[in-house]
């Protein structure tokens, strides 16, 4: 089956540095590719997504590479904000209505 | 727009007891709800998918007479744990798929906590 490997956290930054966040999937047939950002005291909101190989997704600054060759969907940044930290999931579907997380990484950048 | 409300945000019970919680969207209909689990700092597992006005499809590990699901109506979810124990402590997030929309287009609520004395 589908499964999503990502970065463990926590990480910690300072601000205006340069962010990654290691994603790699194992998948069955071609999923389309998500990163979700959970801020504290809400509800997880779609940041970015890529639906085929080389495909990348961007929002907020934020970019990832759909990579079939290495499986991977990595999230960076290049100059990360307070406003950002909070927690990404990386997630991969399976096709019928089913999305796979991964375990999350808690991000904090101090000023 | 695309809210998903989730009801109580957390609650505290005595082993035994039943808990529902309620999963509503607010301003838009939701054909599909989900019901995610996520234990402390690992992934969101998927426990089911509601379907409005028919039977929730489980997955596999997850007891449906456990965790009873209801879709009753476009707007609204409820997942009741039955008979709750101190193992069912989690915390339990919902999503909520627009009618129309692609099956990614998953909006999810804030989560509720559950603790099982």
């Known amino acids: 089956g589908n499964s999503v490997t990502q970065m463990e956290g926590p990480v910690t930054l300072s601000e205006e540095a340069f962010l990654t966040i290691n994603c790699t999937y194992t998948?069955?047939?071609?999923?389309?590719l998500f990163w979700y950002v959970q801020y504290p005291g809400e509800g997880l909101q779609l940041l970015l997504k890529?639906?085929?190989?080389?495909d990348k997704g961007s929002n907020k600054g934020f970019e990832a590479t759909y990579r079939k060759e290495t499986t991977s969907f990595h999230l960076e940044k290049g100059s990360v904000q307070v406003s950002d930290s909070a927690v990404y999931f990386c997630?991969?579907?399976?096709?019928?209505?089913?999305?796979?997380f991964g375990q999350g990484t808690r991000l904090t950048i101090n000023p | 727009g695309a809210v998903v409300s989730q009801h109580p945000s957390w609650v505290i019970c005595k082993s035994g007891t039943s808990v529902k919680i309620e999963c509503r969207s607010l301003?838009?209909?939701?054909?599909?709800m989900f019901w995610y689990r996520q234990f402390p700092k690992q992934s969101l597992m998927l426990m089911a998918t509601?379907?409005?006005?028919?039977?929730?499809?489980?997955e596999q590990g997850v007891e449906k007479d456990k965790f009873l699901i209801n879709h009753a109506s476009l707007t609204l979810s409820t997942l009741t744990v039955t008979s709750a124990h101190p193992e069912d402590s989690s915390f339990y997030i919902c999503?909520?798929?627009?009618?129309?929309?692609?099956?990614?287009?998953?909006?999810f609520g804030p989560g509720t906590r559950l603790t099982v004395l």
């Open positions: 509601s379907n409005e006005g028919s039977k929730a499809t489980y």
């Open positions: 998948a069955t047939g071609y999923p389309s």
């Open positions: 301003d838009f209909q939701a054909t599909t």
């Open positions: 890529a639906t085929k190989a080389d």
């Open positions: 999503s909520a798929q627009r009618a129309g929309s692609s099956y990614n287009e998953q909006f």
């Open positions: 997630a991969n579907d399976q096709g019928a209505q089913k999305l796979v």
